[in-house]
């Protein structure tokens, strides 16, 4: 057991940020996504209402645990929020737009059986997101 901690304590090391924004975004983005399809299928929101409201939440977590356990930051609130959320609004328009061309060209509903062409969307633009959003993070807003 003690074997298994200190591989875990290895990958949280200070100089592992990757690691811990993946840890990171396992939280956020289950806030995010979570907002996303109740808002989506339960209150029948449109694709881009419901996930621009899920990744506004998921943001805000995100910031919070990023700027004090991803990257130890000390950017001032203000400066980093400004840039945090310039480089969220990028990196969603591109990551959610760029998601809803490929599936449509990719994929027809004829194609789906059990999950819709938006729900295909948002989970390809999670990805894509979660890959630029890093970058972004990593050497704009919390660089050192």
Same mark, same amino acid.
Request: a positive charge; charged letters at 5%; hydrophobic letters at 45%.
């Given at each position: 057991m003690s074997h298994i901690i200190s591989i875990f304590e290895n990958y949280l090391k200070?100089?592992?940020s990757f690691v811990r924004f993946l840890l990171v975004g396992?939280?956020?983005?289950?806030i995010g996504l979570s907002v996303i399809f109740i808002?989506?299928?339960?209150? %029948? $929101?449109?694709?881009?209402?419901?996930?621009?409201? !899920?990744?506004l939440i998921g943001a805000a977590a995100s910031f919070i645990l990023n700027r004090n356990y991803t990257f130890k930051?000390?950017?001032?609130?203000?400066?980093?929020? $400004?840039?945090? !959320?310039?480089?969220?609004?990028?990196?969603?328009?591109?990551?959610?737009? %760029?998601?809803?061309?490929?599936?449509?060209?990719h994929l027809s509903s004829q194609d789906l059986l059990l999950i819709s062409q938006n729900d295909v969307s948002v989970i390809l633009g999670s990805i %894509?997101?979660?890959?630029?959003?890093?970058a972004g993070q990593r050497y704009f807003v919390f660089k050192k």
């Open positions: 200070p100089t592992n396992v939280v956020n983005t289950a808002l989506m299928n339960g209150f %029948l $929101l449109s694709y881009w209402v419901s996930t621009f409201t !899920g990744n930051s000390n950017t001032s609130i203000f400066k980093g929020s $400004l840039r945090f !959320g310039a480089v969220v609004l990028i990196c969603y328009f591109l990551s959610y737009r %760029l998601s809803v061309q490929l599936v449509n060209v %894509l997101y979660t890959l630029s959003n890093y």
